[in-house]
Nanobody, 122 residues
């Protein structure tokens, strides 16, 4: 499975961004796809996950109600819509794939994409 993230940038607090993760490879539809982020000097943390087949979603508490994860089956792409952004959302965002939701959200990721920088100014 190969993951290619894009869509990061610089935005003011309260603004929005949409991240994309293009997915390719064998049997990726059997995976849960998700996003993590890593702020400078901090550990990488789970943000959101989606089951490719069912569309079921799961979010970390800090982003609930502000971020939305979705997928486009036809384009083999997972999206992360970031709304009401705060300076503390500044981080490098990574897309990831895990064979199960539990493995994914606990950081036992099977595949990582490269990161995309999101910077939120106050």
């Amino acid at each position: 499975v190969q993951l290619q993230a894009s869509g990061g940038g610089l935005v003011q607090a309260g603004g929005s961004l949409r991240l994309s993760c293009a997915i390719s490879g064998r049997s990726f539809s059997t995976y849960n796809l998700g996003w993590f982020r890593q702020a400078a000097g901090q550990e990488r943390e789970f943000v959101a996950a989606i089951d490719w087949n069912s569309g079921g979603t799961f979010y970390a508490d800090p982003v609930k109600g502000r971020f939305t994860i979705s997928r486009d089956n036809a384009k083999n792409t997972v999206f992360l819509q970031l709304n009401s952004l705060k300076p503390e959302d500044t981080a490098v965002y990574y897309c990831a794939a895990g064979i199960s939701r539990v493995r994914l959200i606990t950081g036992r990721v099977d595949y990582w994409g490269q990161g995309t920088q999101v910077t939120v100014s106050s």
